[in-house]
């Protein structure tokens, strides 16, 4: 099961990346071959037709460029959004230019190929969402802007959407689909599209028949099945009203990540412990497993092919994760193994046990992005069941205040049986990752 959990999470990507050729951010993002884009051979119907047609003025492709480089980095698509230069795109499309500002800059291109520079105004790092204007807002005069589809027009299951973007960088295109709901246990709002975006898409709109805007193209699966997702148009829009006679940004925006990951991890935290934890994971203990709210839970069994160790595994993840520009974070993950181990005899039980517990890492990050794990091992007594814990955390190099803290627990009552569990929580507060891990320690107890 570990293996198809990785699998689900390669297979979930941004959908910026652009071109494979071009994009170093962001990270997690396979090759597509230009040959097996879908995007190219769908049919169109005539109803998308003319929605690219009385949309494709409003659209962009959006270059990172070397600056005194002709060089691109990283191309994504976006639209605009007022008759003053506002443009939408991903966050993720313009982090390079956000985050290294000495080094990039960016270029909107027109669907009828004029260049102009363009400037960042506003982040929703949260929503995977940028709010940008061009910088001499003559160059984009004579053009209507897109409209919001009002959130009071609810879409119905299976309305017919189009995506338009610019895919692979091989030029301006419409991908047809439908609606199907919100995403189940996001922790964000995200729409399920029925449909394939490609590479470079990002940041591009997704419209409804009448031309408004529904959602923005921002991840997709790259496995050939017709699942896409999109932000919901009311994120943009609120974006837009805040961001609307904003300064464009001096400097590089780690400050405004650091401080939209500070409010989310409070939000997150809250809602974790709140929702409590799920009854009867193990017939001897209490085993802290979270409810299905915004998290997946995946069970295996392994029984030993060798006469030895046996376990069952179960693993929590959450769907949502925060791109902040070179790593994701933002997130929390949980994991237990019951291992049975009375083939082996207690001697051999206890030293593949405790292999078990020490082979634990805490590396997700380089030392470029944070510290040195701080670790503190330690024995609990749980209303006289005993347990091992180890609890480490890890500062942000590049985001003050934040940490990522890893806990590990084993139980140590029974002689050739026990369960150890792995809490992880990312892009945590200090007060936070201290209050996680106790909530975490605490849950373990005899079952009554």
């Given at each position: 099961?570990r293996?198809?959990?990785q ?5 979930l990507v941004?959908?910026?990346a ?9 990270p ?5 071959a230009?040959?097996a884009?879908p995007?190219?051979?769908?049919p169109?119907?005539?109803?998308a037709r ?8 409003q ?8 600056k005194g480089?002709?060089?691109q ?5 976006g639209?605009v959004?007022?008759?003053d230069g506002h443009?939408?795109t991903n966050?993720?499309?313009?982090s ?18 004029r260049?102009?520079p363009a400037q960042?105004?506003?982040l929703?790092?949260?929503h995977?969402?940028a709010?940008?204007?061009?910088q ?5 005069s004579?053009?209507d ?9 609810k ?7 189009y995506s338009l ?6 030029g301006f295109a419409?991908?047809e689909g ?10 964000y ?5 029925a449909?394939s ?6 940041g591009g709109p997704?419209?409804d028949?009448a031309g408004r ?6 991840a997709r699966?790259v496995?050939?099945?017709?699942v896409?997702?999109?932000v ?12 609307r006679?904003?300064v ?9 990540v650091?401080a939209?990951?500070t409010?989310h991890q ?9 929702q409590g934890?799920k009854p009867g994971?193990h017939p001897?203990?209490?085993v ?5 709210r915004f998290?997946r839970?995946?069970g295996?069994?392994?029984p030993?092919?060798?006469g030895?160790l046996d376990f ?5 993840v959450?769907?949502t994760r ?5 790593f994701?974070?933002g997130t929390?993950a ?6 049975d181990?009375?083939k082996l005899g207690?001697m051999r039980?206890?030293a ?19 510290t040195?794990?701080q670790c ?6 749980r209303?006289?069941?005993?347990l091992?814990t ?11 205040k ?5 806990v590990?627990?084993?139980t140590?009552?029974?002689?050739q049986?026990?369960v150890q ?9 200090y007060a936070?990752?201290?209050k996680l891990?106790q909530?975490?320690?605490?849950a373990?107890?005899?079952v009554?």
């Open positions: 099961m293996v198809e959990l699998r689900l999470a390669a297979l941004l959908a910026c652009g071109a494979a050729a071009f994009a170093a951010p962001p997690p993002v396979p090759v597509v230009p040959a884009d995007a190219a051979s769908a169109v119907s005539l109803s003319k929605v690219y047609e009385q949309a494709r003025s659209l962009v492709q959006i270059r990172t460029v070397l480089q002709a060089s980095t990283s191309v994504g698509s639209f959004v007022s008759k443009l939408i966050f993720h499309v313009v390079e230019a956000a985050l290294k500002p000495e080094r990039h800059e960016l270029v909107l291109v027109t669907a009828d190929g260049e102009t960042i105004l506003m929703d790092v949260l995977d969402l709010l940008l204007k061009v001499d807002p003559k160059k984009t004579g053009y802007a897109l409209s919001f589809r009002p959130d009071t027009d879409l119905a299951q299976g309305e017919r959407m973007g610019n895919p692979l960088d091989v419409v991908i439908n609606y199907n709901g919100l995403v189940e246990r996001s922790f709002p995200q729409i399920f599209f449909g975006l490609s590479g470079g898409m990002s997704a419209l028949q805007v529904i959602g923005i193209n921002v699966r496995d050939g099945e017709q896409s997702f999109l919901p148009a009311s994120f943009a829009s609120a974006l837009l009203a805040r961001g006679d904003a464009p940004l001096k400097g590089n925006a780690w400050p405004i650091a939209q990951l409010a409070d939000v997150l935290t809250e809602r974790f412990i709140a934890w994971t001897r203990y209490s802290p497993v979270p409810p299905d998290m839970c995946w295996s069994s392994e030993s092919r060798t030895g069952e595994r179960s693993d929590c959450m769907d925060i791109f902040v520009g070179e994701n974070t929390i949980t994991r237990h193994e019951a291992y181990g009375s207690t039980f206890a593949q046990y405790s292999a078990s517990f020490r082979n634990e890492g805490f590396g997700r990050l380089g030392p470029q992005h944070q040195k794990p503190h091992e330690g024995y609990v007594d209303k006289g069941l005993a091992r180890v609890v480490c955390v890890r500062a942000y190099k590049k985001l003050p934040l940490y990522d803290v890893a590990l627990v084993a140590l009552d029974q002689p049986a026990g569990g792995r809490f992880d929580a990312q892009g945590v507060s936070s990752a201290m891990a909530h975490y320690i605490e373990y107890a005899w009554k």
